[in-house]
Structures are given as C-alpha cells and as structure tokens.
C-alpha cells in the first residue's frame, strides 16, 4: 500500500507558465470634465429656466417636456449632465415630480430648476453681444 498523504488532492507538480510582461494596477479613471459650448448652454439654461428639462425616474435620463404630460429623450443630453455636474443646474424637490407618458409607459419625472449660480451664468452669458 502506497502512502498517499494527499490522495486526489495532491499538489500540482506542473508549473503555469508566468505572464511575458508583469500586469501593471489599473489606473485610476480621470474624472472628465465636458466641454460645452456656450450658445449650447446658454439655450439649455434657458430652457431650464422655463421648466423644459427632467430627469426620468432615478435613472438619469434628461427629458424633454413635450406636453404637461408627455416627455421625449433630450438631444442636449451632455450638456445638461455637463450643468448637472457644475452645480449650474439641480434636480426639484421630490415633492415636485410628476407623472409623464415616455412612449407608451407612464413614469416619474422630476423637473430641473436653475441653481444660483445657474442664474448668474444665464444672465452674463445672455448679456454678451454676438460680433
């Protein structure tokens, strides 16, 4: 009788070969900041203003109110996040959300309003003279 201490779980006598070149940590993501342009954001802080864009249901999608009740996905996607991520641009109370139709399903949507500082941007960018 052989005296197997391991049995079926013994140790591997073949090595894995090792990689060619050692892996290196993944490199921590750079936050991006997005440029905007400013005619792009002056009409979307405007339209912001006049209650125009929302964000659908926690799910960070920026609408576009078509109707009292019905919202379309907003083309001026970026630059509404761009405003979101400079504080230029804040999401309304819970209070204030409201039930619009996307397509054929109905879903919470809560308005965007203009921060303070949005305001102030809006008013300096709307003051500026075209050449």
């Not at 203003?49 to 996905?73: A, K, N, P, W």
């Not at 504080?87 to 308005?111: F, K, M, Q």
Request: with cysteine.
């Amino acid at each position: 009788m052989v005296n197997d201490q391991f049995g079926l779980f013994a140790p591997s006598t073949t090595d894995t070969p090792a990689p060619a070149r050692p892996s290196l940590p993944p490199r921590p993501r750079k936050r991006t900041r997005s440029m905007v342009n400013p005619g792009v954001a002056q009409d979307v802080l405007a339209e912001v203003q006049d209650g125009r864009y929302g964000l659908l249901d926690d799910s960070d999608r920026v609408v576009l109110f078509e109707d009292t009740d019905r919202v379309r996905i907003a083309t001026d996607e970026d630059a509404v996040h761009a405003l979101l991520a400079g504080r230029y641009v804040e999401r309304c109370p819970a209070r204030d959300t409201v039930s619009c139709l996307h397509g054929a399903i109905r879903r919470p949507v809560s308005p965007l309003r203009l921060t303070r500082q949005g305001r102030n941007l809006l008013s300096r960018w709307s003051a500026l003279k075209p050449y």
